[in-house]
């Protein structure tokens, strides 16, 4: 389906109109908290409209947004985020679809510094980051979204894939791909990675603007962590690179995967040192290395959170690149997390 959406400044002014879609299930903890700031955006006339698609939540989500001053959009039953998201680009009628997880709550000069990037770059879409300051203040939450921060921080500016977390897509070239894979992506997934690569595909410049920052709101916990990492984005990262071959970028970069193979080195080195067949020796100056490799990610922990915080998480980093390289070779030999097991 191509759709250009109504609303266009007549005369095809410079300063584009801007539509932030706010896809919610369930989130009343977090909604009031991202929509405080898009809505005064609204009122200041920075952006055109805010609305929140509700993805048949059955808690208080809806009113929530409505009593804030959101637009609210029901999506007509579980879609998904990405479903969710091309409901709210349906009805939009800025020219630029601006796209804000309800867990996320952007600063206050993101419509501004939004504005700018686009106008900069003439890019078809533009992407931020998480800031430095996570709410939820655990460790694995701590590391987690600091992580994700890194990669978005130090990627190249001009970028293979997308983010929706907080993530602008002009709307032409939003439907001229067809909007988000709903189908393939019914639950949170890579959706939005997919878009970006289909967008890249079709000629659409995408950049990363460090300076479009948002607070993440979400608390990571081991479980949640390892089957975000594992399910929801190293298996269908791995489908979509065996069927759309992608220059390597993020965290999938020929950087990471040496990093990752780094790691490997390091956990074998301490496995053989157990076992006194080995020196903890190598292990420690594997170690060391794994923390240049890693210099700039372990100087945003240590600025962050301090030094006992910034050696946890570079181990912990080092875990990370093991489980998630593993389950990456896992999927390029054939074995699904989705498979059902043979019948006895």
Request: charged share 20%.
């Amino acid at each position: 389906m191509t759709r250009i959406p109504a609303g266009r400044r007549a005369g095809g002014a410079a300063t584009p109109t801007i539509s932030v879609i706010v896809p919610v299930y369930n989130g009343e903890a977090v909604l009031a908290q991202c929509l405080l700031p898009l809505v005064a955006f609204r009122l200041d006339g920075e952006i055109a409209e805010v609305i929140v698609v509700d993805d048949g939540s059955t808690d208080s989500s809806a009113w929530i947004a409505t009593e804030a001053g959101a637009r609210v959009v029901p999506s007509g039953g579980r879609l998904g985020p990405g479903g969710a998201r091309n409901r709210g680009a349906e009805v939009a009628t800025g020219e630029v679809l601006w796209f804000v997880d309800a867990d996320v709550v952007v600063h206050t000069d993101a419509a501004r510094v939004l504005e700018d990037a686009l106008a900069r770059t003439g890019a078809a879409a533009v992407f931020g980051t998480y800031d430095e300051f996570p709410a939820a203040t655990n460790f694995l939450s701590q590391y987690k979204n600091l992580s994700h921060r890194h990669h978005h921080v130090r990627s190249e500016r001009a970028a293979e894939t997308f983010w929706a977390g907080c993530g602008a897509v002009r709307a032409d070239a939003f439907w001229s791909v067809g909007g988000f894979d709903a189908e393939r992506y019914p639950e949170p997934s890579i959706e939005d990675v997919e878009l970006g690569v289909r967008l890249r595909r079709r000629g659409h410049a995408i950049f990363i603007e460090p300076e479009l920052q948002g607070q993440h709101l979400k608390a990571w916990h081991f479980a949640n962590l390892l089957r975000t990492d594992i399910v929801q984005r190293a298996y269908p990262w791995t489908r979509l690179m065996q069927e759309r071959p992608m220059r390597a970028t993020l965290n999938v970069s020929m950087g990471e995967r040496l990093r990752a193979l780094l790691a490997w080195a390091l956990a074998l080195s301490v496995a053989v040192a157990m076992t006194g067949k080995g020196s903890f020796a190598l292990a420690f100056a594997l170690l060391a290395a794994a923390i240049a490799a890693n210099a700039h990610l372990f100087a945003l922990f240590l600025r962050t959170n301090g030094i006992v915080f910034a050696l946890g998480a570079i181990l912990f980093h080092q875990f990370a690149y093991l489980y998630a390289s593993a389950a990456f070779v896992a999927f390029r030999l054939g074995w699904s997390p989705r498979r059902s097991p043979p019948p006895t």
